[in-house]
């Protein structure tokens, strides 16, 4: 019945902004990533995964200008967000092997998680393929602090990233209602509905140490 951490998200500009960031923030160069047909996005990737984090992964993602729009609202609430300060912790996606349950449970407690979308694309190591709850007006939920369910079929991004010497050390959610919690029951994340950034992470890198608040 347990959700895992699966992965941050950093939204950005554009993806050469993206990477200039992580490179400045983190030490280290995210590797390649691929295209989302499906919500005219690209993204960037950097293995982060620790024990307490088994497979988690940092995603810098950016509108794709090459790709037409979408018929619908993008997801993460990106075509709203203001990145005009540069790249920003905004997202955790949460990964579920009982994608069905755990989007209702959190209905009947009275929240939106979204909507069952199956998305994919294509790799070097081949394709990748998941399902995720996004919202019909793309926003998302407890200001951000409710991670996006996803429940991947077959390959995880992380079998094909290499080590990237950033880790993640400790995540902690604030904003989520206690009977949301209870129904995620988030391996190794702090989880409150008290006052606080609705994520943040502390990462181990080359660096020192460096902390991630969405805001």
Same mark, same amino acid.
């Given at each position: 019945?347990?959700?895992?951490?699966?992965?941050?998200?950093?939204?950005?500009?554009?993806?050469?902004?993206?990477?200039?960031?992580?490179?400045?923030?983190?030490?280290?160069?995210?590797?390649?990533?691929?295209?989302?047909?499906?919500?005219?996005?690209? +993204?960037? #990737?950097?293995?982060?995964?620790?024990? =307490?984090?088994?497979?988690?992964?940092? %995603? /810098? $993602?950016?509108? &794709?200008?090459?790709?037409?729009?979408?018929?619908?609202?993008?997801?993460?609430?990106?075509?709203?967000?203001?990145?005009?300060?540069?790249?920003?912790?905004?997202?955790?996606?949460?990964?579920?092997?009982?994608?069905?349950?755990?989007?209702?449970?959190?209905?009947?407690?009275?929240?939106?998680?979204? +909507?069952? #979308?199956?998305?994919?694309?294509?790799? =070097?190591?081949?394709?990748?393929?998941? %399902? /995720? $709850?996004?919202? &019909?007006?793309?926003?998302?939920?407890?200001?951000?602090?409710?991670?996006?369910?996803?429940?991947?079929?077959?390959?995880?991004?992380?079998?094909?990233?290499?080590?990237?010497?950033?880790?993640?050390?400790?995540?902690?959610?604030?904003?989520?209602?206690?009977?949301?919690?209870?129904?995620?029951?988030?391996?190794?994340?702090?989880?409150?509905?008290?006052?606080?950034?609705?994520?943040?992470?502390?990462?181990?890198?080359?660096?020192?140490?460096?902390?991630?608040?969405?805001?």
């Amino acid at each position: 019945m347990t959700v895992w951490v699966d992965h941050l998200v950093v939204a950005a500009a554009s993806l050469a902004e993206g990477v200039a960031w992580c490179e400045a923030t983190l030490g280290v160069t995210p590797a390649a990533g691929g295209r989302h047909a499906l919500m005219g996005t690209h +993204n960037r #990737l950097l293995k982060i995964a620790s024990e =307490a984090f088994p497979d988690a992964y940092l %995603e /810098i $993602l950016a509108i &794709d200008p090459d790709a037409p729009p979408p018929a619908r609202p993008r997801w993460f609430g990106l075509d709203k967000l203001d990145l005009s300060a540069g790249p920003r912790l905004i997202h955790l996606v949460a990964r579920s092997t009982m994608l069905d349950m755990h989007r209702w449970g959190l209905i009947n407690v009275g929240l939106n998680p979204g +909507n069952p #979308l199956r998305a994919s694309r294509e790799t =070097a190591h081949g394709s990748l393929s998941w %399902e /995720i $709850l996004v919202r &019909d007006d793309g926003r998302l939920e407890c200001g951000g602090a409710l991670p996006t369910l996803i429940q991947w079929s077959g390959r995880h991004p992380t079998a094909d990233l290499p080590d990237s010497g950033v880790t993640l050390q400790r995540l902690a959610l604030h904003g989520v209602p206690d009977r949301a919690r209870e129904v995620l029951r988030l391996r190794g994340a702090t989880v409150s509905a008290g006052p606080g950034p609705a994520v943040q992470a502390v990462l181990a890198a080359p660096r020192g140490d460096v902390t991630l608040e969405s805001t």
